[in-house]
């Protein structure tokens, strides 16, 4: 069966960078592009972009350009999401998410999530 | 500030029907089509529908949704207390380059 197995819990002080990792399996990892999205605490997701596992181009939501990266490891399945210089505003639930094959845009796998803090 | 708006709060008694609308633009929900998620308390986004009206596996035919020009609706009927959850609509935003877009968020209460 599909699954998306994300990283654990994360605290991080202002400024230090953090790496997510998304472990898919169940399927072939290049067949599908891995979504980023993100849920602030008490608040909706919002969508940070994508990356094709065919080619590893990552694109960019335009509120994530800069301190956000997107990365691979196909002989893993393992897609990565780094921030760097981190802000309390990055403060959120980060989810990977399979984008279903097809020509109608949607997630039909998402990971668990995983909760980055950033405080002092 | 989501760029799709839907009321945030709808609340029903066990069986009856409720709906949530979703209202975008020409270029979000307008030119492309629809995806609702169910979000229970904790866990991840889970797909109910995708392109408007397509129900996900394994997803009661309970769920239905539609959409008439650049607006979206979801339906559940025979409301069950496992309905309690947020509820969100998502698109894609322009074409090639364009971005997803969530809503704003919608939750279900079953009195």
């Known amino acids: 069966q599909v699954q998306l197995v994300q990283s654990g819990s994360e605290l991080k002080k202002p400024g230090a960078s953090v790496k997510v990792s998304c472990e898919a399996s169940?399927?072939?990892?290049?067949?599908?592009?891995i979504n980023w999205i993100r849920q602030a605490p008490g608040q909706g997701p919002e969508w940070m972009g994508w990356?094709?596992?065919?080619?590893?181009?990552?694109t960019y939501a335009q509120a994530f350009t800069g301190r956000f990266v997107f990365s691979l490891d196909t002989s893993v399945s393992t897609a990565y999401l780094q921030i760097s210089s981190l802000k309390a505003e990055d403060t959120a639930v980060y989810f990977c998410a399979r984008e279903a094959g097809g020509l109608i845009w949607h997630f039909d796998f998402w990971g668990r999530g995983t909760l980055v803090t950033v405080s002092s | 500030q989501a760029v799709l708006t839907q009321p945030p709060s709808v609340s029903g008694t066990p069986g009856q029907r409720v709906t949530i609308s979703c209202s975008g633009s020409?270029?979000?929900?307008?030119?492309?089509?629809v995806s609702w998620y169910q979000q229970l308390p904790g866990a991840a986004p889970k797909v109910l529908i995708f392109g408007n009206n397509q129900r996900a596996s394994g997803v009661p035919d309970r769920f239905s949704g539609s959409k008439s020009g650049t607006s979206a609706s979801l339906a559940i009927s025979g409301l069950q207390s496992e309905d309690e959850a947020d509820y969100y609509c998502a698109a894609w935003e322009g074409s090639m380059n364009g971005r997803g877009v969530f809503g704003s968020g919608t939750t279900v209460t079953v009195l």
């Open positions: 990356i094709s596992t065919k080619t590893g181009n990552p």
């Open positions: 020409s270029s979000n929900i307008g030119s492309n089509t």
């Open positions: 169940g399927y072939t990892f290049t067949k599908y592009a």
